[in-house]
């Protein structure tokens, strides 16, 4: 019975990315340890919620394929209605009506769209498989659109560039015609005057100290300009755990959220950083693997786009953090502090797990 019980546990678990996330894990509370200052119990705050991120993951992927289908359209409703609700209702915290208060908890609807957008895409593709036509790929971008605008109006660029991408990573994994993809992207790059008229003033802002961060070093460009420094100081080994100078002395900003990897990098050096990137990677081309393997468009296509979003989310933060890309709030997955990031994430691996461990099911 026990061992039956252990079977129930684990079958549906794929060893292999249940392994990179917990290094991955375990790598992040180590590096939030040494970010906070020692503050156990912000480390032990983010312990909880990787527990509870982990129960997540854990009954996603004991989810069978056919139910993840029928789930797509009520998540993506659900996730309309909240993203409406906090138009209306959200928490303004910082200048930004991002929050939705429940009572017991506050929850950022924004971050469930990361899911819902490809998981809605994944399963209307898939519902006209036979018949694909390109008002199927129109109604897609209207399927985008719709959330992209709430969130940006929060506003959240950051979070609307993401389920933006996430969308697009379907569509383009559907069969969009590469032509239409050239003349949407020239389409976007005449449109930037346009674009620059409506961002908000801290908006612009970002963007102008990506091009010269010196021209304000005590304001807006000081979180590159300390981000720089921290990155340029771990030189090849890094300078030890907790002994990074930028984050003890409190000079550099966000370290346990955005700015996280320049702490890591501080500590650990450019090695440290292979090893993460090899680890990040290493999840990125299991999910694509995965992928591959899918027995149905559907899965296909999800698995597809989760692979190509955690990219995303690794390839932004570490692009911010090195001053390679503007400042838009996006966390390093798997090691930034915050719960409804990290059980978004584990969401999305679990996933990932339920199309490998179901597919010999659906296949026989």
């Known amino acids: 019975m026990e061992k039956n019980l252990k079977n129930y546990v684990v079958q549906h ?3 292999q990315l249940l392994s990179l996330v917990g290094l991955i894990l375990l790598i992040g509370l180590l590096t939030l340890y040494s970010a906070s200052g020692g503050d156990m119990s912000r480390t032990m705050a983010q312990v909880a919620n990787v527990l509870v991120a982990l129960v997540v993951m854990w009954v996603v992927a004991n989810v069978p394929l056919h139910y993840l289908s029928r789930i797509a359209l009520p998540v993506y409703i659900v996730g309309l209605i909240l993203l409406i609700a906090v138009e209306f209702f959200g928490d303004v915290v910082n200048g930004a009506q991002r929050w939705l208060n429940l009572g017991f908890t506050r929850i950022q609807p924004s971050e469930l769209m990361k899911i819902a957008v490809p998981l809605m895409l994944a399963w209307y593709f898939d519902r006209y498989e036979s018949v694909l036509r390109g008002s199927n790929f129109f109604i897609g971008i209207i399927l985008v659109f719709v959330p992209v605008f709430f969130i940006a109006r929060q506003p959240d660029l950051g979070t609307a560039i993401l389920v933006a991408v996430a969308g697009i990573y379907v569509l383009f994994l559907a069969g969009l015609s590469l ?12 449109s930037i005057p346009f674009v620059w008229s409506l961002l908000h003033g801290y908006q612009k802002q970002r963007i102008l100290t990506l091009i010269d961060p010196s021209k304000d070093p005590l304001g807006s460009g000081y979180h590159i300009i300390q981000s720089s420094i921290a990155l340029g100081s771990g030189g090849l080994m890094g300078k030890g755990w907790l002994n990074g100078t930028q984050s003890q002395l409190d000079f550099l900003p966000e370290r346990t959220t955005d700015f996280v990897f320049a702490v890591f990098a ?9 090893v993460l990137m090899f680890l990040f990677m290493a999840i990125i081309g299991r999910g694509l693997l995965i992928a591959g393997n899918a027995p149905t468009l559907f899965t296909r296509l999800l698995a597809g786009a989760l692979s190509l979003i955690f990219f995303t989310y690794v390839f932004v933060n570490i692009g911010m953090v090195s001053g390679i890309l503007p400042v838009v709030g996006v966390p ?3 090691i930034s502090y915050g719960g409804t990031s990290l059980v978004t994430i584990l969401f999305g691996m679990g996933l990932l797990m339920s199309i490998q461990t179901h597919r010999r099911l659906v296949q026989t």
């Open 13 to 15: 678990l794929d060893s």
């Open 179 to 190: 032509r239409v993809i050239i003349f949407s992207v020239l389409l976007t790059l005449g």
């Open 266 to 274: 501080e500590e650990f050096g450019l090695l440290g950083n292979l």
């Open 332 to 334: 390093l997955p798997l």
